[in-house]
């Protein structure tokens, strides 16, 4: 009792306070703007750290890691930009649904989504945290392997109704992931000599090149000065109890998956959004009105990479492994602090841990609060008229794709990529499974690589670990299932 | 002012551009495939991993694979093909975006972007002059000071003056 009522003590300061909000708004801030990131927003507030106390430094870093995972969807919804790429998933559902007036609504469920996902990985981290942190340190790179073949199958999951531009899509983004150093050996790849790309092609240019260039492309296209104002409903409108109740169950699967993907060093958000999106796509019972609007969509994806931020602190606070960019700058802010990450924290320190637990929570509730208020002013953004609007997103786009490494080449592939995804979507392919084929490319290919390194070249070896052989056989049931009920259909009716 | 979806557009397309996407891609990564023999490092040779384009070749497999399938069996798209004027306008925007990103290298990001966000909505219809040359000025200088001095990204200088 004394501990919880000192955690409270210590979170009720006003500068603990000021510094959650302002932590907040400003990664909301960021990540609304496409191409900057959780790392840019981290990096930006860090030195104000430097001589804070430990909670509200905590306090700053954390608000920023949680709003900006959030802020991300909302230009995904009202521009079909995301604003980072754990979002792209969410501009699948949430663009169409704005395009038909609800945008109001939808940022709704994302905000109503987001928050929920945000506590239930705070719950996870409290109950479980020290045994997940145990749990992954069973993932060799033969468990990440199945892992990355496993997340793969939301390629297929995106695709529906149109698998083999889908697939073709993704693979294409499983290539252009390999353009640059090889990550086992160094050898340079597809690079033809060319100083920068031996680099390798970052993801953001991809982004706002595939969904921002080409969106303010053919909108340009469609776009007619001649004809009245639509009528946009602009604002935040939670949606109804009975709304939320049957999809209560699609909250639970994305916000599990979100934990247990973001307590895995090396995955991240991303993949979180994606395969979250993929499973309530395979299992919701509204899975026919998927790509046109579905709130079960925004409530998975969204539920899942917001609970990753959550456990992705899981291998940080637990073992001292951060997991990737964005916890990795987190770690840095702790030691600039004085904390020592590592098993001993949770017996040494447990009220800095206690304190954690206590700012996530307040740092999620006030991210609802920020959305609800600022989604009217954020909206607003759809009464700019059009032409201008899109100057402006291309304006910041471009920026966001030059802002990564401060290289105009970035620029030049995003708008390469603009093209490119004009053309993928006038030819019926979608964008997405490229993303996400870039997203797990690294991984899978390292984790492969690795994986036959340890067992002397023996691929059959990787079928003898049983996480990874549990991870195969789900893969192969998802792959295989459409078939054999198609098989189980084809034979009733001949039986008939 | 809205968007449409009808007018200056042709369904018909899809297919010829589905096809043309898919040959493109054919190509290119023919052209990826060719490059995977270029000569690997020593360590790279000895490394059980089976070196840098082990993978790559098995991508490239199932882009060839998948590729010839959406030739032979491109899929009707929903997003109606741009024609007429509503391509022109698309067209243009590319090349305005080349011009711009030649722009950022050349004049650096004020003077380009001032440029771009007062000629983009001109080029696209919109003609109150107004407007748009205040809400280019308020919105370039806003998005200069936020990433020069807030996100601490330094953007590209003009040759021609100091700061910006």
């Not at chain 1, 909206?379 to 008229?385: D, E, F, S």
Request: aromatic share 10%; with cysteine; hydrophobic share 55%.
């Amino acid at each position: 009792m004394d501990l919880i009522l000192g955690t409270l003590g210590e979170i009720a300061t006003p500068l603990a306070l000021l510094c959650m909000v302002a932590g907040t708004v400003v990664g909301v801030l960021v990540g609304v703007l496409p191409g900057l990131g959780s790392v840019v927003g981290l990096t930006m507030v860090l030195p104000f750290t430097f001589s804070m106390p430990q909670v509200p430094a905590l306090a700053l870093m954390l608000g920023v890691y949680c709003g900006s995972v959030y802020g991300g969807s909302i230009t995904a919804i009202i521009l079909n930009t995301p604003g980072t790429p754990q979002s792209a998933a969410t501009a699948m559902e949430g663009f169409p649904m704005a395009r038909r007036g609800d945008a109001d609504i939808a940022i709704g469920w994302v905000t109503s989504a987001s928050t929920l996902g945000g506590l239930f990985s705070v719950l996870v981290l409290m109950l479980a945290g020290s045994w997940l942190a145990a749990f992954s340190l069973n993932f060799t790179p033969i468990e990440y392997f199945a892992l990355g073949l496993f997340a793969l199958t939301c390629i297929a999951g995106v695709s529906a109704g149109a698998m083999v531009p889908g697939l073709l899509s993704g693979a294409c983004g499983l290539l252009v992931a390999t353009i640059g150093a090889d990550p086992v050996t160094g050898d340079l790849r597809f690079t033809f000599d060319s100083f920068e790309l031996s680099a390798g092609i970052t993801l953001i240019p991809v982004i706002v090149g595939l969904f921002a260039y080409s969106e303010m492309f053919l909108r340009a296209a469609r776009l007619d000065p001649s004809a009245a104002r639509e009528k946009i409903r602009v604002g935040f409108r939670l949606p109804p109890l009975k709304e939320w109740r049957s999809r209560l169950g699609m909250l639970a699967r994305g916000s599990v998956v979100g934990c247990f993907v973001g307590a895995l060093p090396g995955t991240g958000a991303a993949t979180a959004a994606f395969i979250a999106y993929s499973e309530a796509r395979r299992t919701s019972k509204r899975r026919d009105n998927f790509g046109k609007g579905e709130p079960d969509g925004l409530v998975a994806c969204e539920s899942a990479n917001n609970a990753v931020t959550g456990s992705a602190l899981v291998p940080t606070l637990a073992l001292g492994v951060p997991g990737d960019p964005v916890t990795a700058v987190m770690l840095g802010a702790l030691i600039i602090q004085g904390v020592t990450p590592g098993p001993q924290l949770f017996t040494q320190n447990i009220e800095l841990v206690y304190a954690i637990f206590a700012l996530l929570i307040v740092i999620n509730l006030i991210m609802f609060a920020t959305g609800a208020l600022g989604a009217p002013l954020f909206t607003q953004v759809l009464r700019i008229p059009e032409p201008l609007l899109i100057a402006m997103v291309l304006i910041v786009s471009t920026l966001g794709a030059y802002g990564v490494r401060g290289n105009m080449l970035d620029v030049w592939i995003a708008l390469g990529a603009g093209v490119a995804g004009v053309f993928m979507r006038l030819g019926g392919m979608p964008v997405a499974p490229f993303v996400i084929g870039m997203v797990l490319s690294p991984m899978i290919e390292q984790s492969l690589r690795q994986g036959l390194v340890l067992t002397r070249g023996n691929f059959l070896a990787f079928f003898e670990r049983p996480i990874a052989l549990v991870l195969f056989v789900v893969t192969a049931g998802i792959l295989l299932w459409p078939l054999l009920r198609y098989l189980r259909r084809a034979r009733n009716r001949t039986g008939r | 002012m809205k968007t449409h979806d009808t007018d200056p557009t042709a369904p018909s397309g899809g297919r010829a551009i589905a096809i043309g996407v898919a040959l493109a891609i054919l190509a290119l990564a023919a052209l990826l495939f060719s490059q995977t023999f270029a000569e690997i490092s020593a360590f790279a040779r000895a490394s059980q991993g089976r070196g840098p384009f082990f993978y790559p070749r098995f991508i490239l497999a199932a882009v060839a694979l998948l590729g010839l399938l959406m030739v032979l069996r491109p899929v009707p798209t929903e997003e109606p093909v741009p024609a007429g004027a509503g391509l022109r306008r698309a067209a243009g925007l590319i090349l305005a975006v080349a011009a711009y990103a030649l722009g950022l290298s050349l004049a650096g990001f004020l003077i380009s972007s001032l440029l771009f966000a007062c000629l983009t909505p001109l080029f696209l219809g919109y003609r109150r002059l107004a407007v748009t040359a205040l809400v280019a000025a308020v919105f370039c200088l806003s998005v200069w000071y936020l990433f020069e001095n807030a996100f601490l990204i330094i953007l590209p200088r003009s040759p021609w003056f100091d700061g910006f």
